[in-house]
C-alpha cells in the first residue's frame, strides 16, 4: 500500500504562482513514476505531468513551459511548481504514484485561478 497526501492548494490570482507538494509513504520503494492530475468541474480527469524514478518527465501541452514537476527521492516527495497561472488551471489536483501493476492516488487538493 502507498498513502499519498497533497497540499499546497490554494486561490491565487491570473498569473500567480503555487507549489503543489505530494508525501508518499508505505510500500514507496518499488513506484516507477509518480504524476499529477487534475479534474475541472465537470470534465474528465487529465494528466497534467508525470515523472519517472529515473527524472524524465513529460507534461500536457497547456501547462508546458508554465509547470515544473520534480521530486525529492530522499524524501518521497513529488512536487508541482506552477508559475503563470489561468483561470483555466482551476481544478482539483490529484497525486498519482504509479506503482505497476496498482496505482495510488491522493485526496486532492483544489486549486483555483481567479481575480
Known amino acids: 500500500q502507498v498513502q499519498l497526501v497533497e497540499s499546497g492548494g490554494g486561490l491565487v490570482q491570473p498569473g500567480g504562482s503555487l507549489r503543489l507538494s505530494c508525501v508518499a509513504s508505505?510500500?514507496?520503494?518499488?513506484?516507477?513514476?509518480m504524476g499529477w492530475y487534475r479534474q475541472a468541474l465537470g470534465k474528465q480527469r487529465e494528466l497534467v505531468a508525470r515523472?519517472?524514478?529515473?527524472?524524465?518527465?513529460i507534461y500536457t501541452d497547456s501547462v508546458k513551459g508554465r509547470f515544473t514537476i520534480f521530486r525529492d527521492n530522499a524524501k518521497n516527495t513529488v512536487y508541482l511548481q506552477m508559475n503563470s497561472l489561468k483561470p483555466e488551471d482551476t481544478a482539483v489536483y490529484y497525486c498519482y504514484a504509479d506503482r505497476s501493476p496498482l496505482g495510488y492516488w491522493g485526496q486532492g487538493t483544489q486549486v483555483t485561478v481567479s481575480s
Open positions: 515523472i519517472s524514478s529515473g527524472g524524465l518527465t
Open positions: 508505505g510500500s514507496t520503494f518499488s513506484i516507477h513514476a
